[in-house]
T-cell receptor, first 113, second 111 residues
Framework: AQSVTQPDIHITVSEGASLELRCNYSYGATPYLFWYVQSPGQGLQLLLKYFSGDTLVQGIKGFEAEFKRSQSSFNLRKPSVHWSDAAEYFCAVDDFGNEKLTFGTGTRLTIIP | NAGVTQTPKFQVLKTGQSMTLQCAQDMNHNSMYWYRQDPGMGLRLIYYSASEGTTDKGEVPNGYNVSRLNKREFSLRLESAAPSQTSVYFC??????????FGSGTRLTVV
């Protein structure tokens, strides 16, 4: 079965600094990959997704992610974080394209002034 | 533009009680899902429904049942609640290719 690993449980970043959240997956083929964000007390919102083609994908709120097949990674980046980016971020993979998502355990992002 | 609506938002149950979590979507999506979220474990799939009239088990189905009442509604039932089912439950729907829309969740405590 496929799995998704988010090695960082909690990351603290200064406002205005750059951000990279790591995601690694275990999968035989090229999966469908996603990043979701969850604000406190809320449901999850889709940030971006990768199916094929250009390995750098752009999402909402200024986020981007890069698919690297050789490293089985799909890291999320933002050049300059804002206090409103404080949330929990989840990487997810589609199970053989059948629309069932497997989620990582999440990375909680704290922004300091 | 309600999206996915879950009720109730909060619930406290005693061990052994039963309850049904309701979920409805107004986006004409075919697929619907129930996940539970526990600290440090991410979201785990309980059941899903690829279309009206079909349901399938996910990763953690034990202790739960589901009903896809129609295209809009997908309910989750706990027949005999246990403390291990204390969690936040999320319903989601999808038109395809991972574009899930999530509800705001139900926080369930079983004492």
């Amino acid at each position: 079965a496929q799995s998704v690993t988010q090695p960082d449980i909690h990351i603290t970043v200064s406002e205005g600094a750059s951000l990279e959240l790591r995601c690694n997956y275990s999968y035989g083929a090229t999966p469908y990959l996603f990043w979701y964000v969850q604000s406190p007390g809320q449901g999850l919102q889709l940030l971006l997704k990768y199916f094929s083609g250009d390995t750098l994908v752009q999402g909402i709120k200024g986020f981007e992610a890069e698919f690297k097949r050789s490293q089985s990674s799909f890291n999320l980046r933002k050049p300059s974080v804002h206090w409103s980016d404080a949330a929990e971020y989840f990487c997810a993979v589609d199970d053989f394209g059948n629309e069932k998502l497997t989620f990582g355990t999440g990375t909680r992002l704290t922004i300091i002034p | 533009n309600a999206g996915v609506t879950q009720t109730p938002k909060f619930q406290v149950l005693k061990t052994g009680q039963s309850m049904t979590l309701q979920c409805a979507q107004d986006m004409n999506h075919n697929s619907m899902y129930w996940y539970r979220q526990d600290p440090g474990m991410g979201l785990r799939l309980i059941y899903y429904s690829a279309s009206e009239g079909t349901t399938d088990k996910g990763e953690v189905p034990n202790g739960y049942n589901v009903s896809r009442l129609n295209k809009r509604e997908f309910s989750l039932r706990l027949e005999s609640a246990a403390p291990s089912q204390t969690s936040v439950y999320f319903c989601a729907s999808s038109l395809g290719r991972g574009g899930y829309t999530f509800g705001s969740g139900t926080r369930l405590t079983v004492v």
